[in-house]
């Protein structure tokens, strides 16, 4: 499901929400950059837009190695919940000030502070207005 709103994406369920711009085939968002072909995006856009991505569509990562070409940035765990089923992170990529909510299974543990990279599924991710 690919919401088109702010208003749909969060109606639907829990989301983050990254301000974006593109600019020559990349999208920038405050700290980081990604390439459109990456996240599925038409390279020719121009313009700001709101990225969505629910937390299950983020896995955290201890390294980035072995990965491959995988969308990963740095990012560090500022606080944790867990749920029985699952543990729901609030971490914060490196350069931004806002958090991200990542959903990840009960043997998946990171503790507050621990530096992660997150994977992004470019397939998950909605572009919206």
């Known amino acids: ?10 109606f639907i369920g829990r989301t983050n929400l990254i301000e974006a711009r593109w600019n020559n085939g990349t999208v920038e968002c405050a700290g980081f950059n ?10 020719n856009i121009a313009g700001t837009a709101t990225l969505s991505i629910r937390p299950q569509g983020i896995q955290l ?6 990965l491959g070409q995988k969308l990963l940035l740095p990012a ?3 606080g ?6 699952s543990w729901d992170y609030s971490v914060m990529i490196q350069g931004q000030q806002s958090l991200l909510q990542v959903a990840a299974p009960p043997f998946d543990v990171h503790a507050v502070g621990d530096p992660v990279w997150l994977e992004f ?6 572009v919206v207005n």
């Open 1 to 10: 499901m690919n919401p088109k709103t702010r208003y749909v994406a969060g």
């Open 34 to 43: 990604i390439p459109a072909e990456q996240i599925g995006v038409p390279s």
């Open 61 to 66: 990562h201890r390294s980035n190695q072995d």
């Open 76 to 78: 560090k765990v500022c």
């Open 80 to 85: 944790r919940s867990y749920l029985g089923e």
């Open 121 to 126: 599924d470019s397939r998950q991710i909605a």
